[in-house]
């Protein structure tokens, strides 16, 4: 069964940072490539990171240099470093994963976590 689970989400002021962490049961981990997701109130779902197997990553530029996804395949875990945070970064944060959607900023992935809230106040 399939789990991926968020944290680390939380309220912090405009120019702050947050880390958020993705716990995956998945067989076979290493293979997947995943991605982070957010969504604020009454609008789509957007992609805010991507990395593949081997570690390259893929931003959209409203977050580029700002955010920072990584891997880590010994704790079968994935992070988001987000730095300089501003009021417009407020929403559900997601984290995805699949086997063969590799770098794309899409929300196509096959597995989804439960999502964690970040708010960020001007």
């Known amino acids: 069964q399939v789990q991926l689970v968020e944290s680390g989400g939380g309220s912090v002021q405009a120019g702050g940072s947050l880390r958020l962490s993705c716990a995956a049961s998945l067989y076979g981990y290493s293979d997947y490539c995943m991605g982070w997701f957010r969504q604020p109130p009454g609008k789509e779902r957007e992609g805010v990171a991507a990395?593949?197997?081997?570690?390259?990553?893929s931003y959209p530029d409203s977050v580029k240099g700002r955010f920072t996804i990584s891997k880590d395949n010994a704790k079968d875990t994935l992070y988001l470093q987000m730095d300089s945070l501003k009021p417009e970064d407020t929403a559900m944060y997601y984290c995805a994963a699949d086997p063969g959607t590799c770098l794309d900023i899409r929300p196509k992935y096959n597995y989804w976590g439960q999502g964690t809230q970040v708010t960020v106040s001007s």
């Open positions: 990395v593949d197997r081997d570690g390259g990553t």
